[in-house]
């Protein structure tokens, strides 16, 4: 049986990452893998991530079944951080799962369940593991103009254009910060102009938040994800705890459904935890008790909050020394674009036998689309890629 499988193409990022390993030269650079890393090139586990687990170990009397769902304190939790103010638990539905990417995958179990027939709108370009997971769901995708390959902005007027060819019934998905691959981001006026599209099409959207705090702060970050939430009746939201607490490989992720009243959400939650059941029954407890003890003890939120504007602010740092690297080498501003994008990534808008000349002649890797990751350089190797960015070509 098992001989009649055929061969999966590898992943792109995991397969790069493997070359970087096999590569022998010295001084090699990874700008591919999307990766918190420090100037050392550590993924440090936060100062508040290790207390909590501390206290976790001293306390903990059990380790039986948890919440089929996820434990309340979590799903509270995270949503006050995601929507604010405007979390009601009433009418919203909360699920823990295997990391961000298994809460994209369980919303988008959970809307075909609701709507056999939907399409899923998609930012062309976006993380391709999103588009992995509706091609092998057999969902139909449909992508709409994002990024502008000569500004390195966001093509909003090609969008809007394109959302406006959805439907009720559809679900579009939306980067809700620090938009992977790109870096570009939308304005709080363009997520109110985006608000006005769903309510006229009636489109259901579905909000991938991984970086919350890693572009602009916490609250700043989340505004889009909350002005959409105050518009439209139904959100879907997918939320990783993977970058902002710095927590990969625990797997923790939450998908918060908001609902228009109790017997919908009451619908969607039970939905949501048959779903987890068939899936993979109990979702993990320790990296989601993590996250409640931290943001649940004034003192160890208030530490994890200072952490991450150390991470953030840091990266913005880099954006700026690159993007005047890159100004007094090239004698022009065409590079500015990188000081204004936000989050770990930035796209270039190299073609991808550029990137092959980078990698092959610097030993710098970054994803074939020219994806890089910020947070992969220092202080040292920032004038390092400017060189080899003008001396590539770009």
């Not at 823990?96 to 370009?125: C, H, K, N, Y």
Request: proline content about 5%; some cysteine.
């Amino acid at each position: 049986m098992l001989g009649n499988l055929k061969p999966q193409a590898p992943d792109k990022i995991l397969a790069l990452m493997g070359e970087f390993k096999a590569d022998p030269r010295q001084g090699k650079i990874d700008l591919g893998v999307g990766v918190y890393k420090d100037a050392d090139g550590h993924t440090p586990i936060m100062r508040a991530v290790k207390k909590a687990e501390q206290r976790m170990l001293e306390t903990e009397t059990t380790k039986t079944y948890s919440a089929l769902a996820g434990e309340p304190d979590f799903q509270k939790a995270m949503g006050e951080l995601i929507l604010g103010a405007g979390y009601n638990p009433a009418l919203t539905a909360a699920l823990a799962t295997v990391g961000g990417t298994g809460a994209i995958r369980q919303a988008l179990e959970l809307a075909r369940m609701a709507s056999p027939d939907l399409r899923v709108f998609v930012s062309d370009p976006t993380w391709p593991n999103h588009v992995s997971i509706m091609n092998f769901m057999g969902l139909p995708v449909q992508t709409y103009r994002y990024f502008n390959d000569a500004t390195r902005g966001v093509d909003f007027e090609g969008m809007k254009a394109d959302l406006a060819g959805a439907k009720k019934g559809d679900v579009v998905l939306l980067h809700g910060c620090c938009h992977n691959p790109t870096g570009a981001n939308l304005t709080l006026e363009q997520w109110a102009e985006v608000a006005d599209i769903l309510e006229r099409t009636g489109a259901t959207p579905l909000v991938d938040l991984a970086y919350q705090g890693f572009g602009d702060g916490l609250e700043e970050d989340a505004a889009g994800t909350r002005l959409i939430a105050s518009r439209i009746p139904e959100v879907l939201i997918a939320a990783s705890c993977s970058k902002n607490f710095g927590i990969y490989r625990e797997r923790t992720g939450c998908l918060l459904a908001q609902c228009k009243d109790t017997a919908t959400k009451d619908l969607a939650q039970g939905a949501m935890a048959f779903l987890n059941r068939q899936t993979y029954s109990f979702p993990p407890f320790h990296g989601a008790k993590i996250v409640a003890t931290v943001l649940n003890t004034p003192e160890l939120r208030a530490d994890w909050m200072a952490e991450l504007e150390e991470v953030r602010g840091g990266m913005l740092r880099l954006r700026e020394q690159l993007a005047n690297e890159l100004a007094q080498l090239s004698g022009s501003d065409r590079f500015a674009f990188i000081a204004q994008h936000r989050g770990m990534f930035s796209r270039l808008g190299a073609k991808p036998e550029v990137v092959q000349k980078i990698k092959d002649e610097f030993a710098i890797y970054m994803v074939g689309d020219s994806r890089l990751n910020i947070a992969g350089l220092n202080d040292t190797t920032v004038p390092i890629l400017a060189r080899a960015i003008i001396e590539a070509g770009v």
